[in-house]
């Protein structure tokens, strides 16, 4: 919104003449002339600074408005797990269409929702160092297995401690040296006992999805494999399971589809909540 606009300062007050010299009719003692020529400059220099100032207090307070916009959504963020209900975050039936191999709809049917708890023991080593900057406010997991029960996806939310510089910087980091590329790096199973996962651990693990989100301190990832505990199975990315032509057994089975469309369903109810928009209910039963 533009600022008011102020008065202009009164002119300084013209000094009174000085005594009168000789001098031809009608001309004005040059001592008289340089005062009023000073003043006037000054009234000058004081309105062009007036002008300045408002246009560039305008400005900064356009810029300031559009940062703490960004900065109060973000905020949001940060608190979303506290007000959004379990179901709305990890519900009990998803579907989606166009989802697996082939473009194949899939449904999938939550087993399990792990307690909210720290990051301890959540990723492998090497991941836990790569998030140890961006810290761990709330770690939030479920389990879910396909119509067969023959595969299953842990899908997990990271809250981090981060700023948005942190998380630019954790972001970068991951796209330059790849690290969600790496088998090293990946996340781990949460197995709730008697159910179709109660066998999916860290052999077990076959393909995963992690996102480093940069508009909300949140890390959102998805890892899926067998759920008849079968190991030896390579574990491939999901971007490279999901990618044409692919004939990995991730790729085969979709394993690398169920990350991808767990992941990126949570990511998609973030962004929506935090924008007011609810719940993604094109992704759900």
């Given at each position: 919104?533009?600022?008011?606009?102020?008065?202009?300062?009164?002119?300084?007050?013209?000094?009174?003449?000085?005594?009168?010299?000789?001098?031809?009719?009608?001309?004005?003692?040059?001592?008289?002339?340089?005062?009023?020529?000073?003043?006037?400059?000054?009234?000058?220099?004081?309105?062009?600074?007036?002008?300045?100032?408002?246009?560039?207090?305008?400005?900064?307070?356009?810029?300031?408005?559009?940062?703490?916009?960004?900065?109060?959504?973000?905020?949001?963020?940060?608190?979303?797990?506290?007000?959004?209900?379990?179901?709305?975050?990890?519900?009990?039936?998803?579907?989606?269409?166009?989802?697996?191999?082939?473009?194949?709809?899939?449904?999938?049917?939550?087993?399990?929702?792990?307690?909210?708890?720290?990051?301890?023991?959540?990723f492998d080593?090497?991941?836990?160092?790569?998030?140890?900057?961006?810290?761990?406010?709330?770690?939030?997991?479920?389990?879910?297995?396909?119509?067969?029960?023959?595969?299953?996806?842990?899908?997990?939310?990271?809250?981090?401690?981060?700023?948005?510089?942190?998380?630019?910087?954790?972001?970068?980091?991951?796209?330059?040296?790849?690290?969600?590329?790496?088998?090293?790096?990946m996340p781990?199973?949460?197995?709730?006992?008697?159910?179709?996962?109660?066998?999916?651990?860290?052999?077990?693990?076959?393909?995963?999805?992690?996102?480093?989100?940069?508009?909300?301190?949140?890390?959102?990832?998805?890892?899926?494999?067998?759920?008849?505990?079968?190991?030896?199975?390579?574990?491939?990315?999901?971007?490279?399971?999901?990618?044409?032509?692919?004939?990995?057994?991730?790729?085969?089975?979709?394993?690398?589809?169920?990350?991808t469309a767990?992941?990126?369903?949570?990511?998609?109810?973030?962004?929506?909540?935090?924008?007011?928009?609810?719940?993604?209910?094109?992704?759900?039963?």
């Amino acid at each position: 919104m533009p600022r008011p606009r102020l008065p202009y300062p009164p002119c300084p007050a013209t000094p009174p003449p000085a005594p009168a010299e000789p001098a031809t009719a009608g001309a004005e003692p040059p001592r008289t002339s340089a005062r009023r020529t000073a003043a006037a400059a000054t009234c000058l220099v004081l309105g062009i600074g007036l002008i300045v100032g408002s246009v560039a207090g305008s400005w900064l307070t356009s810029a300031s408005g559009r940062q703490s916009a960004a900065e109060r959504a973000f905020e949001r963020g940060r608190a979303l797990w506290h007000t959004l209900p379990v179901d709305s975050l990890f519900p009990r039936r998803l579907h989606a269409d166009l989802a697996g191999p082939g473009g194949a709809a899939r449904d999938w049917t939550r087993v399990g929702v792990a307690p909210e708890s720290d990051c301890a023991g959540a990723f492998d080593t090497l991941l836990a160092k790569a998030l140890a900057p961006v810290g761990c406010e709330r770690l939030l997991r479920a389990t879910y297995t396909d119509a067969t029960a023959t595969r299953v996806t842990t899908v997990g939310l990271l809250v981090t401690a981060a700023d948005g510089t942190g998380m630019r910087a954790l972001r970068k980091r991951f796209s330059d040296e790849r690290l969600d590329r790496r088998a090293d790096l990946m996340p781990r199973p949460y197995a709730p006992g008697g159910t179709a996962a109660e066998h999916f651990g860290d052999a077990q693990r076959a393909s995963w999805q992690i996102s480093v989100l940069t508009d909300l301190p949140a890390v959102v990832y998805a890892v899926s494999g067998f759920a008849d505990a079968r190991t030896g199975t390579p574990p491939q990315p999901a971007a490279e399971a999901v990618a044409p032509g692919a004939t990995t057994p991730p790729a085969q089975a979709g394993l690398g589809h169920d990350a991808t469309a767990l992941a990126d369903r949570l990511e998609r109810e973030l962004q929506q909540a935090v924008r007011g928009g609810g719940a993604d209910k094109g992704a759900r039963k």
